[in-house]
């Protein structure tokens, strides 16, 4: 199984700015999907999550700034990131839950993109 994100780059602060991850292998289903970032000298956190049905959950920080979302469809999961600000920028990474076709239940990372926001 293979995460590979895309999307990333330099922004403007108030900008926007859209992130893709797309899920590749041997997949039978893909249960939670969600979007980390890490920041220079920090640990990576949590930013948003989406379950199988759509449910989403967000940190605090970006909270009515960004959306999450995913196309079961094609594998993959979305960050729409609004309103950017230099304290977003990070290496963002994607992250699922995925059912493989022999059974197992694993839980997989992307490589990461950067996301610069600076004028």
């Known amino acids: 199984v293979q995460l590979v994100e895309s999307g990333g780059g330099l922004v403007q602060p108030g900008g926007s700015q859209k992130l893709s991850c797309v899920v590749s292998g041997s997949i039978f289903s893909i249960l939670d999907m969600a979007w980390h970032r890490q920041a220079p000298g920090k640990q990576r956190e949590l930013v948003a999550t989406i379950v199988g049905y759509g449910s989403t959950v967000y940190a605090n920080s970006v909270q009515g700034r960004f959306t999450i979302s995913r196309d079961n469809a094609k594998n993959s999961v979305y960050l729409q990131m609004t309103d950017l600000k230099p304290e977003d920028t990070a290496v963002y990474y994607c992250?699922?839950?995925?059912?493989?076709?022999?059974?197992?239940?694993?839980?997989?990372w992307g490589q990461g993109t950067q996301v610069t926001v600076s004028s």
């Open positions: 992250s699922a839950r995925v059912v493989t076709r022999d059974g197992s239940r694993d839980f997989y």
